[in-house]
């Protein structure tokens, strides 16, 4: 059954150094979503990306914060300077054609540490 | 504010019995509702989504939707030990907001052998 994968599961840094975060979604999906979650809280919509380009995005996502589809299977999320806050498990989801039901895959996350 | 309620739990059930998960949400928009499972440390696990207004089984899980009074659940039935896990409610407003999804804070289900 075709999955969502997402590197590396555990990612560890220091504040105000740059980290990339990746995902692959289900080859045949168009719209793609990352998410976070807090140790503890909610699950957090970040953003939403369609035809190579953002559709939706939280008060979360500032401007620390980008994506990108570099190639035709990678999907990735881009923090600049990680602040303490940041650290949470971050998962990327991917959703079909628009025509078809609107349900969401989720990866099975990173836990990113920021010390 | 879109806003996704549910009682944190624990809910504390003897196995073989009925689970019962409620949900409330706020914006009358939204159009699509999903349960998700979340084991400690995973990532949320597509159980079933809802559209329209009533009931939905799959297997052992039932989802209602009531659009008027804002609320979804989830009846787990004969419920094992093995669904012991948080179980989150969340919302969709469709495709012209980007499909994006407001979950609950969950609720954590215990089930006892």
């Known amino acids: 059954e075709p999955e969502v994968t997402q ?5 560890v840094t220091q504040m105000g150094q740059e980290v990339i975060l990746r995902c ?21 919509f970040l953003v939403s990306f369609y035809n190579n380009e953002i559709s939706e995005k939280s008060e979360i996502f500032d401007d620390q914060f980008s994506v990108e589809r570099p190639d035709g299977s990678n999907f990735t999320l881009k923090i600049r300077s990680t602040k303490l806050e940041d650290s949470a498990m971050y998962f990327c989801a991917s959703l079909g054609a628009h025509w078809g039901p609107d349900t969401q895959y989720f990866g099975p996350g990173t836990r990113l540490t920021v010390l | 504010q879109k806003e996704v309620e549910q009682n944190s739990g624990p809910l504390s059930v003897p196995e073989g019995a009925i689970a019962s998960l409620n949900c409330t949400y706020s914006d009358r928009g939204s159009q699509s509702f999903f ?4 084991y400690s440390g995973k990532s949320p696990e597509l159980i079933m989504f809802i559209y329209s207004n009533g009931d939905k089984e799959d297997g052992r899980f039932t989802a209602q939707l009531n659009k008027a009074s804002q609320y979804v659940s989830l009846l787990i039935r004969d419920s094992q030990p093995s669904d012991s896990a948080t ?3 969340a919302v969709n407003m469709g495709w012209n907001a980007g499909n994006m999804l407001t979950f609950g804070g969950g609720t954590r289900l215990m089930v006892k052998p």
């Open chain 1, 7 to 11: 590197t590396p599961s555990h990612q």
């Open chain 1, 24 to 44: 692959v979604p289900i080859s045949n999906h168009l719209y793609f979503y990352w998410y976070r979650q807090i140790l503890g809280q909610k699950v957090e």
């Open chain 2, 35 to 38: 349960w998700y499972r979340q």
């Open chain 2, 87 to 89: 179980y989150l409610c």
